[in-house]
């Protein structure tokens, strides 16, 4: 009895952003376009005013009393946050997320919209896109996400749905 030889795990394409690379018999492009309004409900709502020192270490209460985010003061401000639930909201969550937040809003760190094109011989056949991936993510948005092996999958449908039709 023969003995089966063990698959090699697939190898993940190397890319570089904008350029067209050959993997599976497809042209694969990665792009990442600016996106000019992201979505940011996932680090929660954020607001800072002037405010009294009566204030201090106060929390925020809607109508029926149920907490609606956590004031914090120094020098006379108010940081009202209001959490997304999708993250923690441990002090360090809260600091965490508003450091985040306060880089996106300055422009230190920015969103794209990434998109993976599979063609052959110059036609688009298959895609998969992306909004909101971190700059500093963009790759790994790829990988993780499977981004090219969707766009290829779709290709090919793509291409069976065109040789296949009409009982040919």
């Known amino acids: 009895?023969?003995?089966k030889t063990p698959k090699r795990p697939a190898r993940k394409p190397e890319f570089t952003i904008g350029e067209t690379f050959r993997y599976r018999g497809f042209d694969v492009?990665?792009?990442?376009?600016?996106?000019?309004?992201?979505?940011?409900s996932w680090l929660g709502e954020f607001k800072r005013k002037a405010c009294c020192d009566l204030c201090v270490n106060r929390k925020g209460l809607d109508a029926d009393g149920n907490e609606t985010g956590t004031y914090y003061y120094s020098s006379g401000e108010m940081e009202?946050?209001?959490?997304?639930g999708m993250?923690?909201?441990?002090?360090?969550?809260?600091k965490a997320d508003h450091k985040l937040h306060e880089e996106f809003g300055s422009g230190q760190r920015s969103m794209h919209v990434v998109t993976v094109t599979a063609s052959r011989n110059g036609v688009k056949l298959g895609f998969d896109s992306l909004g909101g991936v971190d700059d500093g993510y963009i790759a790994d948005a790829v990988y993780?996400?499977?981004?090219?092996?969707?766009?290829?999958?779709?290709?090919?449908?793509?291409?069976r749905g065109l040789c296949c039709k009409g009982g040919a």
């Open 1 to 3: 009895m023969k003995s």
């Open 29 to 40: 492009k990665v792009t990442a376009e600016y996106d000019p309004d992201p979505d940011f």
């Open 80 to 84: 009202w946050w209001h959490p997304s």
């Open 87 to 94: 993250r923690g909201t441990s002090p360090e969550d809260i």
């Open 144 to 159: 993780d996400y499977g981004m090219i092996s969707n766009a290829i999958d779709e290709a090919r449908k793509t291409l």
